[in-house]
């Protein structure tokens, strides 16, 4: 008999200070209105100093746990996409599952930027369809705001701090995960990229003095990008999971801009209210987007039984993907 994979529990977590559009006027050239117009973004959340991803994760964690109805030591791994891990090893994967008493379980980081959730939903599929696990920990989290370059108007303005989990398990009910897609173009990787701190350019007094170690971005060679891959993305998953557009009830996508989901609801051919979307209160949080929006989405209703969503994303590498859930 064939194994699928659902998702049982979700969760999600964010620092508590909040980031104004009128905050960042005081920072950098910019106006509340520019940044609604162009982005959607009213407000993010800002980790303080002593407050690093684990933390947020650790959270998140717990809350999916909690609703799928297990204990830690249910957990048979956990793996974590992230490009803000606390540091480059040992992983936050291994330092949560220490925080939450999951003994002995692989735990692992990865990275596909903003993409990163749907890549390890892909994994938890992979996993779980082929007898290796019966119950495991994915999650999205970032504190871009650790890699912000807070000169910079054009991407300042876009980032905030989050974490979001889910459990995935062999047995339902829950979100079935259904058809997917995944892909990446690494010649584009230089429109959004963090020049130093990796073995190509070590840190050095330089590299701080000239914010090489902040996030540079060509915002709108990515806009353009991220418009037609999140397209392809979801065409490419509904194909594989046998669903049609008009049988969308869900659009649940990465909160990069207002503007990109607007274009993707609309190639979806989806009305308003079939579209997820919390980017006014928290911005980009990069890899949280997706699973931070799941979580609302679930414990606000807005997901029932029987919904079919649509989850797309796009992000660092440059990296895309698709994934099909039906509830
Ligand atoms: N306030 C006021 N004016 C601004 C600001 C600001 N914060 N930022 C830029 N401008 C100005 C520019 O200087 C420019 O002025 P000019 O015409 O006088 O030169 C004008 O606004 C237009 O700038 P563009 O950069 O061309 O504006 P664009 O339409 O591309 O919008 C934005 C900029 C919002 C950043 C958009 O490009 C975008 O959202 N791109 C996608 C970025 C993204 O999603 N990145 C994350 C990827 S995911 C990950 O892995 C983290």
């Known amino acids: 008999m064939s194994r699928n994979a659902y998702i049982v529990g979700t969760g999600h977590n964010v620092p508590d200070g909040v980031l104004t559009n009128a905050d960042l006027e005081k920072i ?4 509340d209105e520019w940044i609604v117009k162009m982005t959607g973004i009213k407000e993010r959340r800002k980790t303080d100093d002593s407050t690093a991803t684990s933390d947020l994760v650790t959270v998140a964690v717990k809350n999916a746990i909690e609703m799928a109805g297990w204990e830690p030591e249910d957990v048979q791994g956990i793996i974590v996409g992230t490009v803000t891990p606390d540091y480059y090893f040992p992983s936050t994967a291994a330092i949560v599952a220490d925080k939450l008493g999951m003994k002995n379980i692989p735990a692992y980081d990865f990275e596909a930027g903003c993409t ?4 390890g939903l892909v994994q938890a599929k992979a996993f779980i369809e082929s007898g290796m696990m019966d119950r495991m920990i994915i999650v999205g989290a970032d504190c871009l705001t650790k890699i912000t370059n807070w000169t910079d108007r054009s991407s300042c303005i876009l980032f905030g701090d989050g974490a979001g989990a889910v459990a995935v398990s062999s047995e339902g009910p829950g979100g079935r995960l259904g058809g997917w897609h995944w892909g990446s173009d690494g010649s584009m990787g230089k429109h959004l990229f963090q020049p130093a701190g990796g073995s190509k350019k070590p840190a050095s007094h330089e590299t701080v003095d000239n914010m090489e170690h902040t996030i540079h971005m060509n915002g709108a060679r990515i806009f353009k990008y991220a418009v037609r891959t999140m397209h392809d993305s979801c065409m490419e998953a509904l194909k594989m999971d046998g669903t049609e557009k ?7 996508s990465h909160q990069a801009n207002l503007r990109i989901i ?3 609801a609309r190639a979806l051919e989806l009305k308003p209210e079939q579209v997820y979307i919390n980017i006014q209160k928290y911005g980009n949080t990069s890899a949280a987007t997706i699973p931070m929006a799941l979580d609302e989405a679930v414990r606000d209703n807005t997901i029932k039984e029987t919904s079919t969503v649509v989850l797309a994303a796009f992000g660092a590498g440059l990296t895309w993907g698709g994934m099909i859930l039906h509830w």
Request: net charge negative.
């Open 116 to 119: 990163a959730f749907i890549y």
């Open 246 to 252: 008009k049988d969308v009830d869900l659009l649940v």
């Open 28 to 31: 950098v050239d910019t106006t």
């Open 262 to 264: 607007d274009a993707t």
